[in-house]
């Protein structure tokens, strides 16, 4: 199977239809098709592979002029591309393959190797979660199509941890049964790309430039693609160096020593490069914050919603490398009207994967804004803020009638369904920052209680005559509004 000529890829056609789509495909078609149509940690890790593939046949863009150009470019460059390198896209064969190594062994005479399937992240083989997948155990053949999908995934996005000991050109790979997480793993990171009308255009407003690499990365920091300048083994330095520690050969990484067998049944698995992780690298699509002294990468996590997290997302980066800032794609964004975004994350525990998130939003203008991004920043505060209250609430309605477990989960989880209902209003404040100066007043304060007083209902009965006693109790915490909060 060849990825430059076979059907591999899904994607959704502007009518709704999902089909397959060899790379050739999906770039003579890119402005035909609406977007891709793959979990959260697959699109990451098939935008990646596309906006590599797109840059090397550029060579660029070189900077913003040449970027702005490049648009109509794209389709023929990439088919040329892709022409020339075409040998390098197998997943099967004696020769060189797409993201496997080569002189791979298994460890020892009687090691069966691994079920393919446990390059699948969602599913239940074995030390993966059951959380997406009830079939554990069963032997299940993945055809060719998702395999080049999982093998992609599984190098973009496996969890560190223990790991099986292959032999590579006759030495012991390396991490002695032991591996780091691959590159878009740490910190459970978000990551966050530029949305168009079509794959054409989405493709196009993630791509970066020869100039704000070398401004993020440094003069050496642009590279080739990891199938451009193999890795045939652990000495070849070079090789090594343009995979982990420049911008092309990072985007498609080789975290994992693999090598396919002809069946797809079953593969070698074992540890591969090593790839720094921030402060040492800094990955295009994630964010920076500052937390407390120091700087860290933006994470999800599935107690927290990501637009309560998109006002660290909108900052552009400024100047140096570590300062704080959004992706890197969203420095050229002129904010003159509302930005289509994709943000997601494959939220993990240490090397357990607890969840897949993503989301879309359409920031206004206002967001890219310092008194644009602080007014939103403010509507979310008051939100955990009222949570607070809520929670206060139960614990007064639960104390009065002695109850061991209050519904603490339950009553949060009411509360923040009901508020992602009026998300709209949230985003107003960006766009007219007078209605913080009154928050509880404005619409979005008044959704915020309203969600409040819902989730409190909900959460505690009110029945008997002890249960509308303890409910009045509650109540009167949830109504209370300290000073600093009321209108003059």
Request: net charge neutral; proline share 5%; hydrophobic share 40%.
């Amino acid at each position: 199977m060849n990825l430059t000529i076979d059907p591999w890829i899904p994607a959704i056609r502007a009518n709704g239809g999902r089909e397959l789509f060899s790379l050739q495909e999906l770039f003579a078609q890119a402005r035909e098709l609406h977007d891709l149509a793959v979990k959260p940690h697959e699109r990451v890790a098939l935008m990646r592979l596309l906006l590599c593939i797109t840059q090397a046949a550029l060579d660029g863009p070189a900077d913003e002029t040449e970027w702005q150009d490049c648009q109509p470019l794209i389709r023929r460059r990439v088919r040329d591309y892709l022409e020339k390198w075409g040998g390098a896209f197998e997943l099967f064969g004696e020769g060189q393959r797409f993201l496997q190594f080569s002189n791979l062994r298994v460890g020892n005479e009687s090691d069966e190797g691994n079920a393919a399937t446990k390059l699948d992240l969602t599913l239940a083989t074995g030390n993966n979660s059951t959380l997406f997948d009830n079939l554990a155990g069963e032997d299940r053949t993945l055809q060719s199509a998702r395999s080049a999908i999982n093998l992609l995934t599984f190098q973009c996005f496996a969890p560190g941890g223990r790991i099986g000991v292959a032999k590579w050109n006759g030495k012991e790979t390396a991490g002695k049964g032991s591996s780091n997480h691959a590159p878009c793993t740490p910190s459970s990171m978000v990551h966050t790309l530029m949305l168009g009308q079509n794959l054409l255009e989405t493709i196009h407003r993630n791509l970066l430039t020869r100039e704000s690499v070398t401004d993020s990365y440094g003069p050496n920091g642009w590279g080739i693609p990891a199938w451009e300048l193999p890795v045939e083994k652990r000495e070849d330095k070079t090789a090594v160096e343009n995979s982990t520690l420049t911008h092309l050969g990072r985007l498609v990484p080789l975290s994992r020593a693999i090598r396919l067998n002809d069946g797809g049944r079953s593969i070698i698995l074992a540890n591969g490069l090593d790839y720094p992780i921030f402060p040492a690298f800094r990955e295009a699509t994630a964010t920076v914050i500052q937390r407390k002294a120091e700087l860290a990468i933006l994470s999800a996590s599935t107690n927290r919603s990501l637009w309560r997290q998109l006002a660290a997302v909108s900052v552009k980066r400024r100047a140096n490398a570590d300062a704080t800032g959004g992706p890197l794609a969203l420095n050229r964004l002129r904010p003159s009207t509302e930005t289509n975004i994709w943000v997601g994350a494959l939220v993990t525990d240490k090397a357990k994967i607890e969840d897949v998130v993503e989301s879309t939003y359409s920031l206004p203008a206002g967001m890219f804004s310092e008194l644009g991004r602080a007014s939103y920043e403010r509507g979310v505060a008051y939100a955990e803020e009222r949570e607070g209250g809520l929670i206060q609430s139960v614990k007064a309605y639960a104390s009065a009638l002695k109850v061991t477990s209050p519904p603490y989960n339950r009553a949060r989880q009411q509360f923040w369904t009901r508020v992602e209902q009026h998300l709209s209003a949230l985003f107003d404040l960006a766009r007219n920052t007078d209605l913080v100066t009154d928050l509880p007043n404005c619409p979005w304060g008044k959704a915020v209680q309203a969600a409040a007083f819902d989730a409190y209902e909900q959460s505690c009965p009110h029945q008997t005559p002890r249960q509308i006693e303890a409910y009045a109790l509650g109540l009167r915490k949830l109504t209370f509004r300290p000073k600093n909060q009321q209108p003059t």
